[in-house]
């Protein structure tokens, strides 16, 4: 074998071999064959790094790695003994590549992964009917990376718990994998790294660091549409880390064929994984999820009137986030303003959150509950009902949910609008007229509304 070395190195390795055969111990004929065939590749205070020609040599060597670390000691080379690592040379590539990612992740934090949030845990997610389907995907994934669905697409309108369970993934896996490298990033911030990372021409090392990971969390990953170079970046990642089967999660507003801009063979790849949706919470799992946001915050449930805790998952079932935000309003709300400052009271509730809600306290309907009921009527979910697919039927039972939105709460069109993905005012009036219309002329149009109304009053 020819090599061009480091002058130190190659000279350290002839003195080494000098020193084991003067000193008897290693047989001249096993140093002619596997010990002058091979070469330092490092060498400092804390390690050595020796190629070997092939396999035999190194099993052979790693015998003798005590004793060549005490000539490397006996040469002062070192202040001691020291690790002494055998590797082939078929794997030196893959050893040069990981130092020269880590030398360049060194000088750039930019490549660095996303913080995770370490409260998002499994434990810390309350599963019901609307999302144990992706709970139990996204912990499968957890447990057993790369196994059974990669990718793995969590779908679901915002403040569901997607990021939640994204970064539930993460920390499981961090915990109880600590060796695996673990990456979480929102998809604009992905863009920016491979705007930042072809300015600085270290796009090459920014993919070579991708691909070197474990586990790939990526957030939001509808903005990625239209970023063409994005893409084509973002593939060539992705493939490369489904073909070494390491497992990639991914979240979303919208299932993949939905996302318009978004490259078809992206598409055809997430679709060939496993999607689960994520949809609003029933009032059960509202419930808990409050009571659990409660105890975080430093309370007990004792410390609200039952009717206020009511009150709040009726009115904010909608999302997580509502929910979480109309609770510390009901806090401050009560710290500040309610004289007796125990157990927070029905009355200190609802004016805390008058003017917040988007339902009446007396019939306890929300644009939520009717989309539900709707959904569940259809053998729908949520998402279809709220989104942009305009299939016949998806497009039908989004008229009538949209119809009894303004005919049983009486919100603006603009609100409705805003309950069903920020639809134009314009396109609701539309969907309200064709419904009256057509329950005159349609009877089981007209029989399905009735029966969805009783639902709803139940």
Known sequence: ??????????EAWNRILEYLLANGKVDPT?????????????????????VTENIIARQVMSQNADMVSAAIAALNYSDGMIPVEFIQESELESLLKTKTI?????????????????????????????????????????VNPGQYFNPLFIFGNSGL?????????????????????VYY???????DKVVKAIQNNKIDAFKQYMCSMDLLLVDDIQFLAGKEKSHEIF???????????????????????EIKGLEERLISRFSSGLSVGIDSPEFETSRAILQMKIKNSGNDIEDVEEEGLTYIASNFSGNVRDLEGAWNRVLFYAIMFQKDKGVIK??????????????????????GKIIKTVADYYGLTRQQI????RTKNIAGARHISIYLCRKLLDLSYMKIGDEFGGRDHTTIISACSKVEKQMHTDAGLATAVSEIEKLLSN
Not at 161 to 179: C, E, F, Q, S
């Open 1 to 10: 074998m020819t090599h061009t070395k480091d002058q130190f190195l190659a």
């Open 30 to 50: 096993v140093m002619e064959t596997f010990y002058r065939t091979s070469y330092i590749e490092e060498l400092n205070d804390k390690k050595a790094v020796i």
């Open 102 to 142: 880590d030398s360049v992740i060194e000088m750039d934090d930019e490549f660095k992964s996303m913080p995770i949030n370490p409260e998002h845990t499994f434990e810390q997610f309350v599963v019901g009917d609307c999302n144990r389907e992706s709970h139990a995907a996204a912990l499968a994934c957890a």
């Open 161 to 181: 718990g997607k990021t939640h369970l994204l970064m539930a993934i993460g920390n499981y896996v961090k915990r109880n994998y600590p060796d695996k490298k």
């Open 185 to 191: 990033i929102e998809s604009l911030k992905f863009v």
């Open 235 to 257: 593939f060539s990642i992705y493939n490369e880390l489904v073909n070494n089967r390491k497992q990639i999660c991914i979240a979303s507003d919208r299932q993949p064929k």
């Open 346 to 367: 029905f009355e200190t509730v609802v004016s805390a959150l008058r003017n917040q809600a988007v339902v009446s306290d007396k019939t306890g309907l929300s644009p």
């Open 386 to 389: 709220t989104g942009k697919t």
